[in-house]
């Protein structure tokens, strides 16, 4: 069993020797071979829907390790809730196996919240690879990403919880990050993608506007790369009723 791994404000993290123990389950598979397919453009903005308990912190980790960490992308992570800055946090730190990123000899991640135990935005450093950041704490003060930002051509956001991104505040930080960066890729990650009012459901599909079909990248569709069902988990004995 994986031990805990304390998560601190900030740090350097060198590959880990050996492989990963944790498998995949065929649902995370295919969400990442969906995210492979949607990653051939230079800029989207998709959905990925796993219920609670299917492994969404893990599922796009794993990935952001293999397509933007280990190619030297930045990646910006924002949620709303401090749990779930710190769970990012760990898991970015606990799977960071060399098999998963041969390519560097290291990465530096920051996470920024009002949190004592947190940074704050004046602590982000240009030399920081990923950036896991409370939405007020951004919100607030977002002309501190511009020097981090400057010269990136390409970025890969984060929404976590995202049926939260039709709320102001989330909505002005993707205009913002979408202003300053020409290729954006965003991924909002939720459980519950229809669950919020049907007004909000199309500002959702406003903001979220790609996804993959049978496949093949779809544009101005449901703006969904995966789906899949608690009923489906449960089905599949992955989750208990």
């Known amino acids: 069993m994986n031990t805990t791994v304390e998560t601190k404000a ?35 903005s998709t959905l990925v829907v796993l219920p609670t308990g299917g492994g969404k912190t893990y ?7 293999r397509n933007a960490i280990d190619n030297k992308k930045k990646i910006l992570w924002i949620a709303h809730r401090q749990t779930l800055l710190d769970q990012a946090a760990e898991t970015f730190q606990r799977y960071a196996y060399s ?18 135990e947190h ?31 400057e010269g990136e051509d390409e970025l890969y956001f984060v929404v976590d919880e995202a049926h939260h991104s039709t709320a102001k505040t989330y909505r002005r930080i993707i205009d913002y990050v979408k202003g ?3 290729h954006v890729k965003l991924i909002g990650l939720t459980a519950t993608p229809f669950r919020t009012a049907e007004s909000e ?4 599909a406003k903001i979220y506007t790609d996804g993959i079909e049978n496949g093949l990248f779809v544009h101005n569709d449901k703006g969904i790369t995966y789906q899949i069902s608690l009923k489906e988990l449960i089905n599949r004995q992955i989750l208990s009723q």
């Not at 880990?16 to 990442?32: D, P, V, W």
């Not at 599922?59 to 390790?65: C, D, F, P, V, Y």
């Not at 098999?99 to 004592?116: C, H, L, Q, W």
């Open 10 to 44: 900030n740090g350097i993290v060198s590959p880990k020797k050996g492989s990963n123990s944790r498998s995949l389950y065929e649902h995370q598979k295919k969400a990442m071979n969906n995210l492979d397919i949607i990653n051939r453009n230079d800029s989207y």
């Open 59 to 65: 599922t796009a980790a794993i990935w952001l390790l």
């Open 99 to 116: 098999e998963i990123i041969p390519s560097i000899s290291s990465f530096k991640y920051r996470v920024i919240s009002g949190a004592t």
């Open 119 to 149: 940074d704050r935005m004046i602590d982000i450093d240009k030399k920081d690879d990923v950036l896991i950041v409370s939405k007020d704490s951004i919100g607030r003060n977002l002309s501190a990403l511009d020097g981090w930002l």
């Open 180 to 182: 300053k960066v020409s």
């Open 201 to 204: 459901q199309g500002l959702l």
